[in-house]
């Protein structure tokens, strides 16, 4: 006897739209979404597509209504709970456009809850295109089955994240001057906690001397090389999320 087909289909498309979304609900899309689907998917009457909206889970939804343009969609079921995410933040100082990138695309695929954007002295670029890189987290996040898409934070000075700092957390300001090596430092370390990278020319002195005097930074070195910006935020996130995150659980 043929194995009946699973539903939702795996090859279904995913999609996050701002729709908040429940058993009935129906969904219109346009623009790039709908042309997604439609011209680049051909996605037909009847198909099922796969839609998050960062808050309700995932659901299989059917395609009721196609045109070159724009597409209706009904939502069936509820395919994933909401995701519980890690208590874990990444601060990193702004780097240049194709790296930042990464480090976004990569935050939201290892797990990140935040990215928080950090202008620090040396950084060579002082503005970022926020609705790129949150089209970097929506993408990652389609890509990699999250249903919750990282909070992405204006970015902040330095000293003004240090000062609004909430009680509780662990800062682990990755030092490429030295400081605890990571996994012995997480280990005396859990709870909710973020990790501060600095940009390519790393931080000056002076900002050294504050973060480490601030009463919840833990400086940890991330081994004996100077690591990259994005190296440094992807490898140090991905230590967290083994040691401390969700990358224990099934
Ligand atoms: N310009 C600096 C130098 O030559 O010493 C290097 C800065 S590094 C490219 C960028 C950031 O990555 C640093 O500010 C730090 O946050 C992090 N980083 C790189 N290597 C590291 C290491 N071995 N341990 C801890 N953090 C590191």
């Not at 999609?15 to 037909?44: C, I, Q, W």
């Not at 990193?92 to 002295?121: H, M, S, Y």
Request: proline share 8%; net charge negative.
């Amino acid at each position: 006897m043929p194995a009946t087909p699973a539903w939702p289909p795996q090859s279904a498309p995913r999609l996050f739209v701002e729709t908040v979304l429940g058993a009935g609900v129906s969904v219109a899309l346009d623009g790039n979404p709908a042309h997604y689907l439609v011209s680049v998917m051909r996605v037909k009457v009847g198909d099922t597509v796969l839609l998050f909206d960062g808050q309700s889970g995932e659901w299989a939804a059917i395609a009721r209504d196609v045109r070159k343009r724009d597409i209706l969609l009904e939502c069936m079921a509820q395919t994933k709970p909401p995701e519980s995410v890690p208590d874990f933040w990444l601060c990193a100082a702004p780097i240049k456009k194709g790296r930042i990138d990464l480090i976004a695309e990569k935050a939201c695929e290892l797990g990140v809850a935040r990215l928080q954007p950090v202008l620090t002295r040396r950084a060579v670029v002082d503005k970022l295109n926020l609705e790129r890189l949150h089209a970097h987290l929506v993408e990652a996040a389609e890509q990699c089955g999250r249903t919750a898409l990282p909070v992405l934070s204006e970015m902040v000075k330095l000293d003004a994240l240090l000062r609004d700092w909430p009680q509780g957390r662990h800062l682990f300001f990755a030092d490429e001057t030295g400081g605890t090596p990571i996994a012995h430092a997480l280990r005396e370390h859990s709870g909710p906690a973020a990790f501060l990278v600095g940009p390519e020319g790393g931080f000056d002195p002076q900002e050294r001397e504050s973060i480490r005097a601030h009463p919840a930074a833990v400086p940890v070195s991330l081994g004996p090389r100077i690591l990259r910006a994005e190296t440094a935020a992807i490898a140090a996130t991905s230590v967290w999320m083994a040691m401390n995150g969700d990358w224990n659980s099934q």
